[in-house]
């Protein structure tokens, strides 16, 4: 996706599911902004992205070095823990979000303690405060519910905004039932939810990036996704590793599963 400001390019989709035996699954959503000269990524995502995240941005002709600015959502590893990698950039994170990470207790959260420490002290860290505009044309607001300090990012074109939710508001799910399936306040979630809906409406062609899913768009109520779901685990159930299962994760997979009973 492009528009006249800024090159908007999804270097890894997120996906909205859940991990029913094996604690988080946090597959979330990578974003890569080019434009103003700046190269700036919304989230960084968790240690098993780390290898496809450098090999997505060679494709790009990119190296970690190049990215000049990393916004971050939220503290969470799975939006943060791959900050360090580009540790030449300057780090943005909202500064309530980082006091309260800090404070939290070791070990028992998804927050990356010692990460989220050596942030807190890094000489290129940024901490954003809501409405800061944080890059050319692009500013934060605050979304708490998920977590307390939760940063929605938004960036305005003269034809349309795109807004970054993060975990915010995670998926299509999320958005349209107006509620979270994980947040530390369900009142403060809703009252978030309100602000990103006035986001998305505010102009016709609005687009949305959520954490843990698909780009979308909406007109009328009605969302629509842009771009097409991947989504795939490859297991060794078999004798060898040369022998591996597929198993696809994409809507039309499963529901092509599903009926052929």
């Not at 809906?197 to 949305?208: H, K, Q, S, T, V």
Request: glycine share 8%.
């Amino acid at each position: 996706m492009s528009d006249h400001s800024y090159d908007i390019d999804i270097v890894i989709q997120g996906f909205p599911g859940k991990s029913v035996c094996h604690g988080g699954l946090g597959w979330s959503t990578v974003v890569l902004l080019r434009g103003h000269g700046r190269v700036a990524l919304v989230d960084t995502g968790t240690f098993g992205m780390r290898r496809m995240l450098i090999e997505r941005l060679a494709e790009r002709g990119l190296t970690p070095k190049d990215v000049t600015d990393v916004l971050l959502t939220h503290s969470h590893h799975d939006h943060s823990v791959n900050w360090t990698l580009f540790r030449h950039a300057r780090i943005v994170v909202g500064a309530t979000e980082l006091d309260w990470s800090l404070g939290e207790p070791w070990g028992e959260t998804p927050v990356p303690e010692l990460y989220m420490r050596e942030l807190s002290r890094w000489p290129s860290l940024a901490r954003a405060k809501d409405g800061d505009e944080v890059l050319p044309a692009v500013f934060a607001h605050m979304a708490p519910g998920h977590t307390p300090g939760c940063l929605v990012y938004v960036a305005h074109d003269r034809r349309r905004d795109i807004i970054f939710t993060g975990d915010a508001a995670k998926n299509r799910a999320e958005l349209l039932s107006r509620s979270a399936d994980m947040t530390d306040s369900a009142e403060q979630t809703r009252q978030s939810m309100a602000m990103i809906w006035e986001f998305w409406r505010r102009r016709p062609g609005n687009i949305l990036v959520p954490g843990h899913d698909l780009p979308m768009t909406q007109q009328d109520g009605r969302t629509s996704y842009i771009g097409r779901r991947e989504a795939a685990i490859a297991t060794w159930y078999g004798d060898n590793l040369e022998q591996t299962t597929l198993i696809e994760l994409t809507r039309e997979r499963v529901a092509a599963v599903l009926a052929a009973g």
